[in-house]
């Protein structure tokens, strides 16, 4: 997944650009809002924007209202230091996904990251990987040799690979963001759960999606 971040304070903007990678996430960042357009023009492969409400050139709330009236629908996150009421409503009247308030924890945006993706997600009943359709809706994967449904916990994971593809993903991070744990079990499940879903797509195509880096995770390869 690439995330945007526009944010003028260069030091938070470059901070969250290492936090974000170090998740295995992709990230770019820009300084003005002006900036964000520009980008935006020219990069047609973001997947959420984070967005500092002060900002020369154009501020966040200018930017956000300029995207939905052209009817771009990148999910937008605003960052600001303002908590009075009105403008969480104002932020959201104008088009934003969720707002934060500075300062935050990081791993408070990672969460609120996921859920403004989820609801995006959730109003798409398919997602695109190689010849592939994953069914949200059935846990259903669909190629031309055939189909194939997903266990729940098959499903999540298999979710969670496609939004953060060709990144590197810890097997503490599936712990920590499937199964909610704050450390490594020592059972296999998640080894047992990943023999599983390369077993279902083996049976359906002739790609090899899910990939182990050894020595740090896997990888979803996404042809």
């Avoid at 629908?73 to 230091?81: D, E, F, G, V, W």
């Avoid at 189909?147 to 499903?155: D, I, N, V």
């Avoid at 969670?160 to 503490?172: G, L, P, V």
């Avoid at 599983?196 to 090899?208: F, G, S």
Wanted: hydrophobic content about 40%; some cysteine; aromatic content about 10%.
């Amino acid at each position: 997944m690439h995330i945007l971040i526009a944010e003028d304070e260069q030091s938070l903007a470059h901070s969250l650009r290492r936090s974000f990678e170090a998740e295995g996430y992709t990230a770019s960042v820009v300084y003005d809002g002006q900036a964000v357009l520009d980008f935006l023009e020219q990069n047609k492969t973001i997947d959420l924007l984070l967005l500092d409400w002060r900002m020369p050139r154009a501020s966040g709330f200018e930017v956000c209202k300029t995207l939905r009236a052209q009817e771009n629908k990148i999910p937008i996150i605003l960052l600001t230091a303002l908590n009075d009421i009105s403008n969480k409503v104002e932020a959201l009247n104008a088009g934003a996904d969720d707002y934060i308030t500075k300062p935050f924890a990081f791993k408070e945006l990672i969460a609120r990251i996921n859920a403004v993706l989820r609801r995006v997600q959730s109003s798409k009943e398919v997602l695109k990987f190689g010849s592939c359709i994953l069914n949200v809706v059935n846990h259903e994967i669909h190629s031309p040799k055939g189909k194939t449904k997903l266990s729940e916990k098959e499903f999540e994971l298999f979710y969670y690979f496609i939004q953060r593809k060709n990144s590197i993903i810890t097997r503490d991070q599936i712990a920590r963001d499937i199964w909610n744990l704050n450390f490594l079990p020592t059972t296999n499940f998640i080894e047992a759960t990943i023999k599983n879903l390369r077993k279902k797509l083996a049976e359906i195509t002739d790609c090899h999606h899910i990939k182990t880096v050894y020595g740090e995770g896997y990888t979803f390869i996404d042809d």
